[in-house]
């Protein structure tokens, strides 16, 4: 199974800060990486699929790059209902696995 | 607007077995590919399972494979979990998703989560 590891795994922040999230893969998946968002007692959100392609509805202010095994998330000015936890996702082969997890919360 | 509804959570007992549904408005079910995702109480996500848009494919995760069994009634609009011989450590909130496009897209979709408890 391809593994994916976040960092950080918590990280702590003010509104209009520049908040990166990074996601590596322990084996190539070219840009077969998606981006979640989930908020205590939700559903993931898509954010971003293909590594770089925003979901529809999704604020311009996030931003996804990477290829191969090194991804980011960058939020360019944390807003307040951004504080929230945030995952990828490996779409390439099955099982599709998910990060452990980035949460950010309000400093 | 899609919707996506599971049902069936509860508490079992270690051995049991439960189903859980999912039952999909909004959108041609019979066109998309379904997932099972689960998340235990304070943890990360889990991928469970995936079903074809006309259920003849099928895939699993090592921790659950020979133990649930993906299904879907593309003539009511259902997506089912069948999950037999439940550990402790499948407690969790189980999610259905629809998949955003055949290939290599994810999940665009997602219910609410259904709570499936196992314990004595």
């Known amino acids: 199974d391809i593994q994916l590891t976040q960092s950080p795994s918590f990280l702590s922040a003010s509104v209009g800060d520049r908040v990166t999230i990074t996601c590596r893969a322990s084996?190539?998946?070219?840009?077969?990486l998606a981006w979640y968002q989930q908020k205590p007692g939700k559903a993931p959100k898509l954010l971003i699929y293909?590594?770089?392609t925003l979901q529809s509805g999704v604020p311009s202010r996030f931003s996804g790059s990477g290829s191969g095994t090194e991804f980011t998330l960058t939020i360019s000015s944390l807003q307040p209902e951004d504080f929230a936890t945030y995952y990828c996702?490996?779409?390439?082969?099955?099982?599709?696995?998910f990060g452990q997890g980035t949460k950010v919360e309000i400093k | 607007e899609v919707q996506l509804v599971e049902s069936g959570g509860g508490l079992v007992q270690p051995g049991g077995s439960l189903r859980l549904s999912c039952a999909a408005s909004?959108?041609?079910?019979?066109?998309?590919?379904m997932t099972w995702v689960r998340q235990a109480p304070g943890k990360g996500l889990e991928w469970v399972s995936v079903?074809?848009?006309?259920?003849?494919?099928?895939f699993y995760s090592d921790s659950v494979k020979g133990r649930f069994t993906i299904s879907r009634d593309n003539s009511k609009n259902t997506l089912y979990l069948q999950m037999n011989s439940l550990r402790a450590e499948d407690t969790a909130v189980y999610f259905c998703?629809?998949?955003?496009?055949?290939?290599?897209?994810?999940?665009?979709?997602w219910g609410q989560g259904t709570l499936v408890t196992v314990s004595s």
């Open positions: 084996q190539g998946i070219s840009s077969y």
């Open positions: 293909a590594a770089s």
């Open positions: 998703a629809k998949k955003m496009e055949s290939g290599t897209f994810p999940d665009d979709f």
């Open positions: 996702q490996q779409v390439n082969i099955f099982p599709r696995t």
């Open positions: 079903i074809s848009s006309n259920g003849y494919d099928t």
């Open positions: 909004g959108f041609t079910f019979s066109s998309y590919s």
